[in-house]
């Protein structure tokens, strides 16, 4: 949520800023009295290379593993994973490699503490190729276990490390345990009503929730989010009264909502944190820790996301060192290009929230100075004010992590605009509005969908849930790890296609703000049939050859 930086305590759209002594955002100065000083912060742009390079990577598929695990029967789930992607710049662990004639594959030895663990063969360029293990060769503890890879490509040897958490079963004290399946990104969960169940792939769309004034004041609310399909549901502090929240807990947890647990005002504080983890980490349906918001736009201290989190981690079962906890952890960054690096470092799921309805990006409204690359705070950075932002943050923020070789270990959320008539943005998103920027998201790597904020109006409230009910029918292609995916865009008409086997999820948006009809045929798709599974303001066209948008209208179909 984008903040204003003052030198007072400054609450705009439920978010606490305690102010700095420049007024900043961004790292831009924003009054129209402070001058222009480039903010610094920008994420380091690897070198080209005039020749091709290997960029050896092996991580677990599962974090973490648990002693449950050691039975189980899909070699796809208890392997590692071996990535080889041949960039042309000097991404992490890039280095030089020849190819003699006719030879394409790696042969790959992965170590534990330098005791062989798994080989196998493994394609150049390829991604996700598995190679079994066994966790009986190794004992459940809370440090993790350091991973290395050797491959060998004629007279060539590469290397490459990683972490493997295998954690002991989780003590009375821990009320759930949420995995992390690397093959995907996804969350592994069992049901959040704290009745027992498999682990299963969860996507969760909800809302940031006002806690005062709302679900504490009306303990019905969990039911009916849980009635609308909402999934998780994100309070924001302050908890002053915490037996208010236990009872709005309890609700979420007999509705089955999930919780996404915010300490955003206390992050820094070592004795809050402590005090918090240790009171919520029992609860059955905790999905995930959250820490710092938008700590780029309030130039929190660099090292605060990773101090917080190793902190959450030690007290959530992990050793607070580097490994996995029982919980990932997340945060929101607001910036474009701020400490990327840094802030993200402290995370397993980073968030995006570039708000762009409603607001002038070139010309700030609340200060009455221009927005640049240097100086200026809009309400959404370096935004063009066109859906577009939001795709390329998700793009921007994945490729980043592609690059630090951080791409199977953390993940990327979206924050849909879900409020307006405030500050910089003059008017609430229509719920078709809502819609194109929640598929935007997914479409472009989101694997969660938490807007700011609800309360919000009945139009929004309305679609998302329509988006929420849907995404049941789409999970099994999107979170699968044996799907295809690719994403293209007709006439500013964006679309993800996931194929799992013979049939094809197509999640598409229409950016455009007028009707947009794409054929079927342009997709490379040749039909037997088809269902559609999200109107959005979307339908097949009477012949069935084509898919017709309204404007900012959504839909989904599945193609057999």
């Known amino acids: 949520m984008n903040t204003l930086v003052a030198c007072t305590f400054v609450f705009l759209l439920g978010h606490l800023v305690l102010g700095i002594n420049a007024q900043t955002w961004c790292g831009k100065n924003y009054m129209s009295t402070s001058p222009v000083v480039p903010p610094g912060g920008q994420f380091p742009i690897p070198s080209r290379s005039q020749t091709p390079l290997l960029s050896l990577r092996c991580s677990p598929?599962?974090?973490?593993?648990?002693?449950?695990?050691?039975?189980?029967?899909?070699?796809s789930f208890v392997s590692i994973l071996v990535d080889a992607p041949i960039p042309f710049s000097r991404i992490s662990n890039a280095a030089p490699i020849t190819f003699p004639p006719g030879s394409d594959t790696l042969q790959v030895t992965v170590s534990v503490d330098g005791t062989p663990l798994t080989h196998g063969a493994v394609k150049l360029n390829s991604t996700k190729t598995l190679l079994p293990f066994s966790l009986r060769s190794l004992q459940p503890r809370t440090a993790p276990y350091n991973i290395s890879c050797s491959?060998?490509?004629a007279t060539q040897t590469f290397h490459a490390t990683g972490s493997l958490s295998y954690l002991p079963a989780p003590p009375s004290s821990i009320g759930s345990v949420t995995k992390m399946d690397l093959r995907t990104g996804a969350l592994l969960a069992r049901p959040a009503n704290g009745k027992g169940g498999p682990y299963a792939p969860v996507l969760p769309i909800g809302f940031y929730t006002q806690f005062d004034g709302y679900l504490a004041n009306n303990l019905s609310v969990s039911a009916e989010l849980a009635a609308q399909g909402f999934t998780i549901v994100h309070p924001i502090p302050s908890f002053s009264n915490l037996t208010a929240l236990g009872l709005v807990l309890d609700k979420m947890q007999e509705a089955g909502l999930y919780l996404m647990y915010d300490m955003r005002n206390t992050y820094q504080n070592t004795t809050s944190v402590t005090e918090q983890v240790n009171r919520i980490k029992s609860r059955p349906n905790l999905l995930l820790w959250y820490t710092a918001d938008e700590p780029d736009g309030t130039s929190d201290p660099l090292t605060a996301t990773s101090i917080s989190s190793n902190l959450i981690t030690s007290l959530d079962g992990g050793d607070g060192k580097g490994g996995a906890g029982y919980h990932p952890v997340s945060l929101v960054l607001n910036c474009q290009d701020f400490f990327f690096n840094e802030y993200t470092s402290g995370s397993d799921i980073v968030m995006q929230d570039a708000y762009m309805i409603g607001n002038n990006v070139t010309f700030s409204s609340q200060w009455g100075t221009v927005c640049t690359k240097d100086y200026g705070d809009c309400g959404c950075d370096n935004c063009l004010g066109t859906f577009e932002d939001i795709s390329t943050r998700m793009d921007e923020f994945r490729e980043r992590l592609f690059i630090n070789g951080w791409d199977r270990t953390k993940a990327v959320w979206t924050v849909p605009q879900g409020f307006g008539n405030d500050t910089y943005w003059k008017r609430y998103p229509t719920g078709k509005e809502f819609v194109v920027q929640s598929i935007l998201g997914i479409n472009h790597g989101g694997l969660g969908v938490v807007s700011w904020d609800d309360p919000t109006t009945p139009d929004m409230k309305a679609s998302a849930s329509i988006l929420a009910r849907s995404l049941p029918m789409m999970t099994p292609f999107i979170l699968s790890a044996a799907a295809s995916f690719r994403q293209v865009t007709f006439n500013r008409v964006d679309m993800g296609l996931w194929t799992v086997g013979s049939e094809t999820l197509i999640l598409a948006t229409n950016m455009n703000y007028a009707t947009v009809t794409?054929?079927?045929?342009?997709?490379?798709?040749?039909?037997?049939?088809?269902?559609?599974?999200?109107n959005s303001g979307a339908v097949l066209t009477p012949d069935t050859t084509g898919l017709t948008f309204e404007s900012v209208g959504s839909g989904a179909f599945v193609v057999k």
Do not use: N, W
């Not at 598929?61 to 070699?75: F, N």
């Not at 794409?518 to 999200?534: H, S």
């Open 518 to 534: 794409v054929r079927i045929a342009d997709l490379g798709l040749k039909p037997k049939g088809i269902t559609q599974v999200l």
């Open 61 to 75: 598929a599962i974090r973490p593993y648990l002693p449950e695990d050691a039975s189980s029967t899909d070699t």
């Open 151 to 153: 491959a060998t490509f």
